[in-house]
């Protein structure tokens, strides 16, 4: 009986190890920036941001010139103006100072909304493709070599231009009566 179980369990070993081969990890991996910068739409959605921002930049720089303004008068007319004067005018610096920093934070979170309002419909586009390729090569895991996690890999692995070919025919194809 002894005989019969070492053999039996060592044929299920094998057969386990053989199943286990089968069901290796296929991996690949992109550069999520590179794809970015040359997807259909992004060089257009960064130009609207470009113009967003400048609006934004535009307020702030008037922001630091009213309280550069406000710092230039006092110096030049601190000699002049009472104690009670010039601490007044400190505090109203002081005030416009938190003011400007205030607004600043709120147009950078302006900002950044309004990046990722303008790039999702773009990355949205990514992802599908990138899904799509993933599905197509049975990959387990596709990783992304501008997040920093692949230290070395072999290039053969890599599905950036695979990517971006996509992208740019399927905008291609949506370009076109009946696509």
């Known amino acids: 009986m002894r005989r019969m179980t070492l053999p039996?369990?060592?044929?299920?070993?094998?057969?386990?190890?053989g199943t286990a081969e089968a069901q290796t990890l296929k991996i690949?991996?992109?550069?999520?920036?590179?794809?970015?910068?040359?997807?259909?739409?992004a060089s257009e959605a960064q130009k609207q941001f470009d113009q967003?921002?400048?609006t934004y930049q535009a307020e702030v720089q008037s922001?630091?010139?009213?309280?550069?303004?406000?710092?230039?008068q006092l110096q030049q007319q601190q000699l002049t103006l009472s104690p009670e004067a010039k601490a007044n005018r400190e505090q109203a610096i002081r005030l416009k100072a938190q003011e400007?920093?205030?607004?600043?934070?709120e147009l950078d979170?302006?900002?950044?909304?309004?990046?990722a309002q303008l790039v999702q419909p773009v990355m949205d586009k990514i992802t599908k493709v990138i899904e799509k390729i993933r599905e197509e090569g049975n990959y387990s895991l596709i990783l992304d070599v501008a997040a920093g996690s692949i230290i070395s890999a072999d290039p053969s692995l890599d599905l950036t231009q695979e990517v971006i070919r996509r992208l740019k025919a399927e905008a291609t194809t949506v370009g076109k009566p009946g696509g």
């Open 8 to 17: 039996f369990l060592a044929l299920s070993l094998a057969l386990m190890a």
């Open 28 to 41: 690949a991996y992109i550069n999520s920036q590179e794809i970015l910068a040359n997807a259909p739409g």
């Open 52 to 54: 967003d921002v400048k």
């Open 63 to 72: 922001l630091q010139e009213e309280l550069t303004r406000m710092q230039q």
């Open 100 to 105: 400007y920093q205030k607004r600043v934070q």
């Open 109 to 115: 979170q302006q900002a950044a909304q309004r990046r």
